[in-house]
């Protein structure tokens, strides 16, 4: 199992885009795969983690990517995206947590700890004062995670997976250098 302690954190290129796309789609269907259907994760994955997609994501200036790696082998993303807050995120100056996505050997590891920290930091360096999110009403570990490193609910929305209208809790946290541990 990867600690955070041999984990390095890089911005992705794109160069980088069949790596997210694996990333992608293995951590997604890890989580996510048993409690929906074949069809509706088939269509999500091939609608928003083709490497075109990825591209298009990656190219845009208001999204930073970042990548967790230990020695060969990356073991993580987040994605941060500018612009457009849900309408229930009441911080001053929001950026997303778009993902933060870890390879399931990988869970409990810190990774996740580290990327958020990066992602917190990253974020707080570019000004952004507010940093929000979608956790799934039915994902109990992702709302602890977000729980411990201050995120407060504000809201929900609907996510849509394939023909199925989920439901995500919007989550928020205002920005300072703060780890739960």
């Known amino acids: ?3 955070r302690n041999d984990v390095t954190v890089r911005m992705a290129t794109q160069n980088d885009l069949s790596l997210l796309r694996d990333l992608s789609i293995s951590t997604f269907q890890a989580t996510f795969g048993e ?6 994760m088939d269509s999500y994955v091939t609608e928003n983690f083709s490497e075109e997609q990825l591209g298009r994501e990656i190219s845009d200036p208001l999204a930073t990517f970042l990548i967790a790696e230990q020695p060969g082998k990356a073991v993580g993303y987040a994605k941060l995206q500018a612009g457009n807050p849900a309408g229930c995120v009441t911080g001053r100056e929001p950026i997303e947590l778009v993902r933060l996505y870890v390879v399931s050997e990988s869970i409990g590891g810190g990774i996740g700890s580290r990327l958020m920290q990066e992602a917190i930091d990253r ?6 004062k507010t940093l929000w999110l979608g956790v799934w009403e039915h994902n ?4 602890r995670f977000y729980q411990r490193w ?3 609910h504000v809201g929900s929305h609907i996510f849509q997976l394939g023909s199925d209208a ?3 809790l919007i989550l928020q946290k205002h920005l300072f250098a703060h780890s739960p541990e």
């Not at 409690?35 to 509706?40: A, F, G, L, R, Y």
């Not at 974020?123 to 952004?128: K, L, V």
């Not at 109990?140 to 709302?143: D, M, V």
């Open 166 to 168: 989920q439901t995500d």
């Open 123 to 128: 974020a707080a360096s570019q000004g952004y």
């Open 150 to 152: 201050g995120f407060e």
């Open 140 to 143: 109990p570990r992702a709302q």
């Open 1 to 3: 199992m990867a600690n």
């Open 35 to 40: 409690q929906n259907t074949p069809e509706d």
